[in-house]
C-alpha cells in the first residue's frame, strides 16, 4: 500500500507570509494527526482528525495555525502569518489501529 | 512538564553487542508504548509496541520490556548492526487507539563496524 505523502519536502518563507502543507494519508485511515518537532526537541502532537472532523486540536500553538481535512481524504495545514519560532519539520500520519504511520514531513524554515 | 523522558541523548555500541535504549514516564495512564525508528530526512518508522498488561514483547532482534511499578521501558537490539544507526523515540498513548502519541525527545544510536 502507498504510506503517508507530504508536500512540500522543504518550504522556506519570510516571516510574515503564508505556507500551505499538505497529507494524504493511507488511504481507508480514518485518523489523521499532525505533529512538529522543532530543533532537537520532542516531536509534539498538533491535532487529531477523524475523517473530516476535528478530534482532538489542543496541540495547536495558536491561531496562526488553520487545519482542515476535505472529505475525509487528505489534510491541509495552513500558517498565516508564519513567525519564525514556526520553523520545524512537521509530520503527519494516519492510523487504522494504534500504531501510526509516519510521513516523510515537511521542513519549514521561516527567515 | 515531559511527561515521557529518554534522559541519553546518545549511545554508541559495537557492532554485535547489546544495545539498550532506555525511557521513563510520568502519567499512569498510559495505557500502551511503542518504539520508532528515524533516519534523517526521514519520518518516524514504527518498530515495536507494548500494552501496559504486559511486561515484554518481542520481535526477532527487538525487546521491549516494561516496568510499570517504575514507569520505565527499555528497547533491546540484540545484536546491534550498523543499519540500526538511528534516532529512537519511545512514546505513549492513553485513551484507545485514537489517544495522541506523547514522544520523548530521542536518543541517537550509533553502531559502529
Known amino acids: 500500500e502507498a504510506g503517508v505523502t507530504q508536500f512540500p519536502s522543504h518550504s522556506v518563507i519570510e516571516k510574515g507570509q503564508t505556507v500551505t502543507l499538505r497529507c494524504d494519508p493511507i488511504?481507508?485511515?480514518?485518523?489523521l494527526y499532525w505533529y512538529r518537532r522543532v530543533m532537537g526537541k520532542e516531536i509534539k502532537f498538533l491535532l487529531h482528525?477523524?475523517?473530516?472532523?476535528?478530534?482532538?486540536e489542543s496541540g495547536m500553538p495558536n491561531n496562526r495555525f488553520l487545519a482542515e481535512r476535505t472529505g475525509g481524504t487528505y489534510s491541509t495545514l495552513k500558517v498565516q502569518p508564519a513567525e519564525l519560532e514556526d520553523s520545524g519539520v512537521y509530520f503527519c500520519?494516519?492510523?487504522?489501529?494504534?500504531?501510526?504511520?509516519f510521513g516523510s514531513g515537511t521542513r519549514l524554515t521561516v527567515v | 512538564d515531559q511527561q515521557v523522558k529518554q534522559n541519553s541523548p546518545s549511545l554508541s555500541v559495537q557492532e554485535g553487542r547489546i544495545s539498550i535504549l532506555n525511557c521513563d514516564y510520568t502519567?499512569?495512564?498510559?495505557?500502551?508504548f511503542l518504539w520508532y525508528k528515524k533516519y534523517p530526512a526521514e519520518g518516524p518508522t514504527f518498530l515495536i509496541s507494548?500494552?501496559?498488561?504486559?511486561d515484554k514483547n518481542e520481535d526477532g532482534r527487538f525487546t521491549v520490556f516494561l516496568n510499570k511499578s517504575a514507569k520505565h521501558l527499555s528497547l533491546h537490539i540484540v545484536p546491534s548492526q550498523p543499519g540500526d544507526s538511528a534516532v529512537y523515540f519511545c512514546?505513549?498513548?492513553?485513551?484507545?487507539?485514537?489517544?495522541?502519541?506523547?514522544f520523548g525527545k530521542g536518543t541517537k544510536l550509533s553502531v559502529k563496524p
Open positions: 500520519a494516519s492510523s487504522h489501529g494504534r500504531a501510526y504511520t
Open positions: 488511504s481507508g485511515h480514518d485518523n
Open positions: 482528525f477523524v475523517k473530516e472532523s476535528k478530534q482532538d
Open positions: 502519567n499512569s495512564m498510559f495505557d500502551y
Open positions: 507494548i500494552s501496559s498488561i504486559k
Open positions: 512514546a505513549a498513548q492513553q485513551g484507545g487507539s485514537q489517544g495522541n502519541l506523547i
